[in-house]
């Protein structure tokens, strides 16, 4: 079956760190964008940050420059998202998304090709 998978989410305190993976099983993620999306409790769904196929090119949402860093490696088939001094308010369903094409500004509204389940991530004291 083609799918993505989220892992490495967990409960963290205030300042702390996570990092996330998502891996695509059944076909290459090397060839996609990939997205990771956040939802929280009675939100809407948001983009957190992107990356291009070749890792090249980054982009992120205001909220979260400067505490997370999205990155790549082809070889092993993964893509990161390392969330540091986490706040209560990035408590979230974190999901990763993949889409065959260049990343640009809109990138949070296009219609990507594949999902992953979702991870939780839970900040709080």
């Known amino acids: 079956q083609l799918q993505l998978v989220e892992s490495g989410g967990g409960l963290v305190q205030p300042g702390g760190s996570l990092r996330l993976s998502c891996a695509a099983s059944?076909?290459?993620?090397?060839?996609?964008?990939v997205s990771w999306f956040r939802q929280a409790p009675g939100k809407e769904r948001q983009g957190v940050s992107c990356?291009?196929?070749?890792?090249?090119?980054?982009l992120y949402a205001d909220s979260v420059k400067g505490r997370f860093t999205i990155s790549r490696d082809n070889a092993k088939k993964l893509v990161y998202l390392q969330m540091n001094s986490l706040k209560p308010e990035d408590t979230a369903v974190y999901y990763c998304?993949?889409?065959?094409?260049?990343?640009?500004?809109?990138?949070?509204?296009?219609?990507?090709?594949?999902w992953g389940q979702g991870t939780q991530v839970t900040v709080s004291s």
């Open positions: 998304a993949a889409l065959l094409g260049p990343i640009s500004s809109g990138w949070e509204d296009w219609k990507y090709d594949y």
């Open positions: 059944g076909f290459a993620l090397d060839y996609y964008a």
């Open positions: 990356i291009s196929s070749s890792g090249g090119s980054t």
